[in-house]
């Protein structure tokens, strides 16, 4: 039996929050914002992916902002932020600022760069390794035209069947033509 067969869906968080100590849950609060200080990496590792994928020939490669939502989109602004009561006198919580900061900028912004590194990095896997494993299917939101062994008609007949086939890196129009 795997792990994930005893496993609900959902996480929970709720149920025990308020079981757990404010120091436990103010150190808890220091690991979420700790890894501020590895963006920078994120950013970079991702965009050196993003021009490997522009230098081997790529087009129409989803930018970063195509995962950042819109400011629009944001229910609140600082004028009508709504904060919480503090559960200890320095809390951040009751300040409309640190929402504002939290949620229009730092939550949105670390989810988007790594959906879009994640994007990119199976980009890079769909395109140089067309070789299907029990996961690949979660890659299917990175198809390409054609994977690199499916250039050239002297490699392409060493795949697989479902290798060759897969409509990842198989353009629909390919595949009817085969």
Known sequence: MKACDTCSNRVEIGKNHAQMSVTRRTIGLF??????????FVFASAY??????????????????????????????????????????????????????????????SVAVFEWHAYL??????????????????????????SFWHIYEEDIVKLNPEDRDNPIWNDEKDQKDA
């Open 31 to 40: 690991f979420v914002y700790a890894p501020i200080v590895t963006l920078p």
């Open 48 to 109: 050196m992916t993003y021009f490997h994928l522009w230098m081997v020939g790529a087009k129409n490669v989803k930018k970063f902002t195509d995962y950042l939502p819109d400011l629009n989109s944001h229910r609140y602004t600082l004028k009508n932020q709504i904060t919480m009561e503090p559960s200890f006198g320095f809390s951040l919580s009751q300040y409309k600022l640190y929402w504002i900061l939290n949620c229009t900028w730092y939550c949105p912004v």
């Open 121 to 146: 990095v199976k980009l890079v896997e769909n395109w140089w390794c067309p070789f299907t494993h029990e996961k690949k299917e979660g890659y299917a939101n990175a198809k390409i035209d054609k």
